[in-house]
């Protein structure tokens, strides 16, 4: 059964620094790994979307990077703003699936 | 382009009443639908999924129930509410295919009472 992992389960940052927020997942077998932007109260913003044989994709000042054999991917988030604060979720799609699994996410913090 | 939409977006509800949350996507054919519930200070919980017209997986059993009586149009019901039935209720659409990633809906916020 896919298990995703998301740490930290919260930051808080000054503005202006770079960070990193991890996720993992225990079986490899992937099709793809979306990362999500949820504000509060509000529904999710989808960030990023990795296909299994993408190694990373970038978006502005975010870059994702997937590493399969390993069961992890990486959301770095560059010179953070306070407009960056909200949770960040990542979702795994298993091999022979529709769906989404869900980690329980990182809250971000970023401090003017 | 296409757009989701999700309504109400509140909603405050009595335990024993009845409950129904809509869903519908314009702009593409034939998607992949989705009901999610995310409780309070906890993950999302993948509750329905539907792949075609009619067609419906249940992935925890409870008293809620979904349908799709028109190709993107979901629906999510439940005859009697019950207290552990708050929380905050997500759907989401894909392209039919493996490879594409969800787009959320707005959400409804639900207390029941």
């Known amino acids: 059964k896919q298990e995703v992992t998301q740490i930290p389960a919260a930051l808080s940052v000054p503005e202006g620094e770079n960070l990193v927020l991890n996720c993992s997942f225990t079986d490899s077998a992937i099709y793809n790994l979306q990362w999500f932007r949820q504000d509060p109260g509000k529904g999710l913003t989808s960030l990023l979307l990795i296909q299994s044989s993408q190694r990373e994709q970038t978006s502005g000042r975010l870059n994702a990077s997937l590493d399969k054999s390993s069961g992890r991917s990486t959301l770095y988030i560059a010179a953070s703003q306070p407009g960056d604060s909200a949770t960040y979720l990542c979702a795994v799609k298993a091999s022979g699936t529709y769906k989404y699994i869900f980690g329980t996410g990182t809250r971000l913090k970023v401090l003017a | 382009s296409q757009t989701i939409h999700q309504w109400p977006a509140t909603l405050v509800q009595p335990v024993g009443s009845p409950l129904s949350l809509e869903c519908t996507v314009e702009?593409?054919?034939?998607?992949?639908l989705y009901w999610y519930r995310q409780a309070a200070g906890r993950g999302l919980q993948l509750l329905f999924y539907?792949?075609?017209?009619?067609?419906i997986s249940s992935e925890v059993p409870q008293n809620l129930s979904a349908s799709r009586p028109q190709d993107r149009q979901f629906i999510l019901s439940s005859k009697k509410l019950l207290l552990s039935d708050s929380g905050f209720y997500l759907c989401?659409?894909?392209?039919?295919?493996?490879?594409?990633?969800?787009?959320f809906g707005s959400g409804t916020r639900l207390t029941v009472v």
């Open positions: 702009g593409t054919s034939n998607p992949n």
């Open positions: 989401a659409w894909s392209a039919g295919g493996r490879d594409y990633g969800y787009t």
């Open positions: 539907s792949v075609g017209i009619g067609q």
